[in-house]
């Protein structure tokens, strides 16, 4: 999941913010955006690339669901 997704579970659960705070600022930079990477060209794969709006659509709106960051999401849309 992303960190807006794990930040609003933790919320629902009745996690102090000051704790999700400190939860969330202790993870590594690098495996949250190979994890990202990694899960964003699957959906890609299944989805059979992004040459089209509707399979950019359905990428972005997946990967959104998951929680993850739209400017991380349109950087890989972009490039792929």
């Keep these: 999941w992303g960190v807006a997704r794990l930040s609003q579970e933790l ?3 009745d996690i102090h913010p ?3 705070t400190s939860a969330l600022s202790e993870i590594n930079e690098q495996e949250y955006a190979s994890t990202f990477e990694k ?3 699957q959906k890609i794969k ?3 690339g ?3 709006q509707a399979k950019k659509a359905k990428v972005y709106n997946y990967l959104i669901s998951k929680g993850y ?3 991380m999401i ?3 849309l972009n490039v792929k």
């Design 11 to 13: 919320r629902l659960r």
């Design 69 to 71: 960051a739209p400017d």
């Design 74 to 76: 349109w950087g890989v």
């Design 46 to 48: 299944s989805v059979g």
């Design 39 to 41: 899960i964003a060209s």
């Design 50 to 52: 992004v040459d089209t």
């Design 18 to 20: 000051r704790l999700i």
